[in-house]
T-cell receptor, first 113, second 114 residues
Framework: NAGVTQTPKFRILKIGQSMTLQCTQD?????MYWYRQDPGMGLKLIYY???????DKGEVPNGYNVSRSTTEDFPLRLELAAPSQTSVYFC????????????FGPGTRLTVT | AQSVAQPEDQVNVAEGNPLTVKCTYS??????LFWYVQYPNRGLQFLLK??????LVKGSYGFEAEFNKSQTSFHLKKPSALVSDSALYFC????????????FGGGTRLMVKP
């Protein structure tokens, strides 16, 4: 199993541009998450999904959108990039709501200038 | 609302010495507590968890953590540090009364010097 994979690894955007961060897991996990990690701030939950077709907002959803058309994929969309969205983005998954361990992808480092 | 605090931004320890990385939490119900480790340019990796039972839990790479309900703490420990333990460590709490969401602390950088 590849686990949780994310693309791209790095990206530089200009203010106002849009992009999609890709996340795929091959573990047949129901739950998937997007976090952002800012220096010294820990991880903040952006959006999450409990299964295909179901998504919900986390702690910091503004400026982002998600979709979950399949169990495997959970892309994160930035429509109008802003410097405040400069961060490292992590996708994670776990099997069910009762599963204890979350599996994380390697992250995408995004810079908006 | 649940919260996690890691009071130290960085912990420095000499190789071979014991290490402690501190974590305190606040939840409304019974906590599920976790430690994750992050190596440079990598995602977070699960180290250990406390769900119920023995207050001392053992995890990967020789790490252990002690749950203390009265002090609302869950400190990470290792009897003998290795240089390869140098990484960023995150404490997290899950509150079943808060939709099973994980809340992370700000992280503590562990530096083990030879």
């Amino acid at each position: 199993n590849a686990g949780v994979t994310q693309t791209p690894k790095f990206r530089i955007l200009k203010i106002g541009q849009s992009m999609t961060l890709q996340c795929t897991q091959d573990m047949n996990h129901n739950y998937m998450y997007w976090y952002r990690q800012d220096p010294g701030m820990g991880l903040k939950l952006i959006y999450y999904s409990v299964g295909a077709g179901i998504t919900d907002k986390g702690e910091v959803p503004n400026g982002y959108n998600v979709s979950r058309s399949t169990t495997e994929d959970f892309p994160l969309r930035l429509e109008l990039a802003a410097p405040s969205q400069t961060s490292v983005y992590f996708c994670a998954s776990r099997l069910t709501s009762e599963s204890y361990e979350q599996y994380f992808g390697p992250g995408t480092r995004l810079t908006v200038t | 609302a649940q919260s996690v605090a890691q009071p130290e931004d960085q912990v420095n320890v000499a190789e071979g010495n014991p290490l402690t990385v501190k974590c305190t939490y606040s939840v409304s119900g019974n906590p599920y507590l976790f430690w994750y480790v992050q190596y440079p340019n990598r995602g977070l990796q699960f180290l250990l968890k406390y769900i119920t039972g023995d207050n001392l839990v053992k995890g990967s790479y020789g790490f252990e953590a002690e749950f203390n309900k009265s002090q609302t703490s869950f400190h990470l420990k290792k009897p003998s540090a290795l240089v390869s333990d140098s990484a960023l460590y995150f404490c997290a709490v899950r509150d079943k009364n808060a939709g099973n969401m994980l809340t992370f602390g700000g992280g503590t950088r562990l530096m083990v010097k030879p």
